[in-house]
């Protein structure tokens, strides 16, 4: 077929020069060769699957795996997920340093640094995730089994992605735990942004629409279901409108909380240790612990106040 | 590059052996010969491709698909499907028998009957899947053509995975039924149960953020739109803080009922044939046929009530 | 393994026939010749990655770009989607014809026509994508880089996939842009309707459960949060029940509007420049410039009136 | 990695321009737009296996097909591939009719007509294949079954190969015909010009190395060893020097013929029924049913005539 | 495109049914349920990829593999390459025993038994292919390290894949060693049968049109070149016609030999330790050691016998 | 399946010892760190595709390849192509450099280089290429045309490989060269030492058995028919019995000479130009120009000298 065969085509030539002006006057001014080098998502997905095979050898390995084996899986695995890890932490760590953030020496060994301290730190992930697994099973009275939850629910595979994302947020690899976020929100509908801390024995039920803000502070034994956001109520915006920057402005929610579906609380506030948030709770100051918060009690600081997150 | 090679490396047998002793000490007490197999997702994938493809050739089989040649491609397609879902059938028995559900004799053989049972059935998921695709037709201004719903609508797909994961469900293999299911969630954002019954012509608009319970009995002519849970409002703890499992704690909704937007209705209750149910509403007790509920009525029994899903 | 080896097996025959019965018996009495071909949505994902890499090469394009073969790559890259998009436009065409929509002749041309007709507007879809970049950093505290942000936020790709999606309708090729829509929707969990006409520098955040209509009118500098409805609040149906397609039904939201999470505006309302819309707010009425809408202003009408999308 | 980052790369510019230079100087003048379409060699590399498959679908079809299964994967495998070496087929004649073999008209119809005729043909493909399978199994003291032959002898791939191969020849896919061969001549060493007529239970043992000329005629039950040539002894040129294409050049080999390793027949001569070849031999001349021919006997000629293939 | 819309299309019935009733006359009468499984070529093809990067690592392994990720690679790879073989040894018995060679019990743990005692076997086919390795170094002047010899040269690949092929023909399953003996000839153009039993230090180079036969016996430190046949002169063959499978009928070549280009030894014959067998010599006697034959001196015995493999 | 699942399995942790002494045992005594990067087949795969389709983009480029794009194409793939070979060039001078070949300095940079002057030599190939592609359409009674020669001959496959092999060795990176060579052996059976320097207008027919060795010199439209050696006679060991590398020990083949099928040239010996040897000649002599030689001639020196390549 002789599409573009005639006289004009596609016109490529003038659409690539259009193309080219536009990358030029885009607000970044692009040039490639400064701009250090992007991730690849893919890449990452690659990583977290191999990571979670190697915490989880016996749900996330081959089905017929045998405890003879399971080690050299584990150790084979990390191993190339270690590496697989350590460019995508090099490419990263460029992109910080075009863009002013940290050197551009000692890349490679810097990236080399920062995955051996992730290495170390896997099995603390491994425990914490026992705990979020084993709470997943005791809060839904659907579940017929802990491997099951492990292996099928949305909430413990958002909470995996954020553990190891968490890690690499503190470790000094911002985006590329970002990245890691992404992909557990187009996954599973829950937006948990890797700067939360987050405690043990954490359950998210359904998770669709679950939003968690960057400074957020998560205790033990929370739970959350569908439709949730721990937002930031407003912010600040610097002279020239642009937001300030790593303020705590999301909340603090204490161990032992329960929110119900699609409530929201919103600004740094406190959920005191125990309480219950009732589902559509509209919420935007502290709670003492044990308080009982249903949408009757929520409405009056509604017409007082009513921002959104 | 050197990565690793230098004193220590990514200390592999370190993290190797602490990860061992976390799987010896985890909850379940993990060994890979004593688990069972656990089915594969991505085959799990293959196969509600391979059945969609076959109740619909028109539209997910070879764009060139031609009359001639249809039966032959659905035969084909079903056979090669039905094998790979035996093996996983298979699996998720060994997986069941492992967790004291079942036995595992003649694993192979009950699989088969299983496969062939849920063979039997797919004309009438067929049949059912009509009366769906019909009602997204008809119930979206948008829509240009039934082939366009059947084709495109996250609804549409939703479903489809429900109707097969519900008979899997019934017919015994849940695990499966419970990861189709997830499968559906996290393309569409519609997270239906597979143990939901839910009659024909059913419609879900949009769809994210949708959840339907285990016990959730669905009447014919029903349409949901994004955000509505149908869920329960809470649930018994035996003596030891497990959830008792199996008790109906979802809603009835009966014939020609509509759910906007963002509405929860939650617990055991019984939605009257014909109602309206309004954007938003939070909904815990029963209403007659032909009610049409508003936030406004339904606000006097959150401020009595107010618990979540 | 004997599977269906002894008599019976599957019974493929038998499921066959009464597939193919359903077919012949189906609403649209499907015949695979007289339907036209419809579109691959596997194709339309590599058309959308392959034109996002050539509207941003250095952030979708191969790790290592230069800047010495950024032309080739951007002109090869557009050259092979051009083609495979063409291919497409002739299916969605071929199916339009054989839905009576539009004729049977001449498709390849057409095909072709509309193809160049897009690739001519792709600098302007880059243009208007920039002021959306641009946007989305400076309305999320939490985004550390502009590049960040055209990399990892759900609202961008979303509205990534829009400007294409859009400009494919607007050209007459609507079954394509509501697959690509659904790709969208499918990965943010965002579902905007290809139709919808949005201005310049617009952001989602989150984006889970936001819903855009068909008809909705969104000016400039508009930013919405999750959850988010810009709905119809009914439709009017033709006598034997089918919605009258086409009609005006969804929100004019005018420049500087911003809408907080699980907010609904529902109908031909019109949000006055400049207001600001609350969290969980249910609106169906039109507000002035300017205005401040908290979920206790916006009660009143809820009481009146209480429809759902 | 910065590679090409500095003053001049890898002068991109500089070589596309030179490369450039040299199409629009090479001897046939490239132009892509008059060159009508090439085949896809990795397209018949799948349409010889879909064939194959559906020939033998014990043997090259899945693994586990039952008797209940197989008519249907036979007509899945047949349509698909039909559909593909349609494709091919036009593809392959818009070659010829751009080099002036055949016209441009109606190419769709013409590919479909020949692709249909080789379809009709291959039940008889198949009867032939048999004898020849057969042969196979009785002329190797290693064959251990007759599947086994079938399955893993590279004699057999080639003949299967040919059999294709030679059809379209005849049929009017010269190219298609020589691609095909070439992909046998790639995975087995055996170089059969498609032109070649091969009759029945036909066997080559071990076949590196083995050519057969286009105008070669060989008989039933004929068996070669590997390094056999059957070729052309020289060809006359006409008066610029290009060999006169199309005469009879190869030999004539007739029924009952065995050739030994390595021995060379060349021109049109004819090997009487029943003879038996000694490996090595050179041979230039006919010799009637029955001989036994030996290095010994072959030498004498040698010496009077000596040229080569 | 409407191929094969019209009335008849590809006359799939036809084909499908004669394609049938020649399956059903085949000499083999095939029905897939009767005849076991085959092994799959694509699945060996992997599984001597496996046991290759097991056995030497550094070279085919990972690019980037240290010293203390070495031995969790080879147990990984061992372990999946065993359950991956595993598999096809099942079949291949599966496949005897449908042919009536073994029986139908136990084939599991049969296949199991036999995988067990290929693994336990690998550490002596290292240290073969580790003088392999080693003669070719010191064989070829072109050759610039031992690195280079192992990764490159076709004779060692073909020599690789012997090993491994005939501990599965002496261990009972010589028709997946007959596949594997295939896979090195398709690529390359040596064709070693698995039963011929090679001692240490040996070394093909060039290689393409090497024939070895199942009963050959290769001494220690012999050298081949490109185009040797050690084959068979005649076989003898029963009162059907059918050849007498079993008997020895290929050379005993001593330790020591060097047989050079094209030259070809028939049948059951002695080539003494330590000889020279000179290029495109013929050779179908027996020669004491030392010997140096030439084309002169073996002519003489070609004029008394000639006749072929 | 249990395998392995009962005590011992496969024995992994004895053999993975047992292969690890192996390796240390191993003539080199192997130790990954220290042993440079071993390039990668399958990307040198890659990269030959990649320079072949932009050499001759109307070939082996995208099948609808239009005039107007087929710079960007030729750009594109050059770049992608270039950082591909980049990389391998990298590996291949590191793995020089454990070798003791070349320094570990400046790699990437040296690589680079390297690269960057292959870049530049590719028009020079193009041009030598297309007098090739030439000379097999005028060789070859049965070619149908010079596009045919280009997309079918394995013959022109070899010299393709071989003039970017060719190209590499004497650039500096022998082993690429090597692995390149060896690539185009295993597909067409043509196996050319890449220190081989041929002349313009060079055609090997058929191919398969076709040896020219490392020193080998060929003039300009010289002709080689299948099985055909250019070979040395023997090579000089030093005292410890290793060959002495780097002598020229194969022959001269100067202007217009035709060699025939099987034929053997082994020696530094000059064949005079237009000169024409036989089928099966063995020749370990210098012939004048013009001669032309039979196996008659040649028989002479074999008595009197006989030994092989």
Redesign the interface.
Known sequence: ?????GA??????R??A??????RA???A????S?G??P?REALVGIVAGLRA??????FG???????????????????T??AL?EQVR?ALS?DAA?G?GSRDDL?ARA?AL??EL??R??RV??LL?TD??AA????????????TL????GVTAVTHHRIAHELHVLGA??LA??IA?IA?????V?I?P?AQIGASFFID????V?I??TTVIGERVRL???V?L??KS?PVDES???????P?HPVVEDDV???????I?GRVTIGKGS?????V?LTRSVPPGS?I????A?SE??A?????
Chains 1, 2, 3, 4, 5, 6 share one sequence.
């Open positions: 077929m002789s599409a573009g065969g004009g085509g596609w016109e490529l030539d659409i690539v259009e193309l080219r002006r536009a990358r885009g607000t970044s692009e040039r490639c060769t701009r080098e992007l690849s190697a915490l989880y050898p016996a749900h081959p089905p017929d795996l045998t405890d003879e084996a399971v080690d050299y899986f584990v150790g084979q695995t990390l191993d190339a270690f590496r350590h490419r992109f863009h953030v490679p080399e995955t051996r290495a170390a896997l099995p491994r425990s026992d697994v084993r099973f005791e809060g839904d009275p659907a579940a017929k089994s802990v491997d099951e292996f099928c629910y949305p911002p985006l970002r990245i992404e929100h187009a996954n599973t509908g937006d942004h700067g359904h998770g669709t629409g939003v803000g960057e279901y569908q439709g956001t937002g930031a912010f409108g642009v937001p300030i920057k790593g303020r402005r329960v929110v119900y579906a699609g409530a929201s919103l219950s948030i009732g589902g559509n509209w009982m249903t949408q009757a009690q409405r509604v017409f106040d009513g921002a959104g997150i």
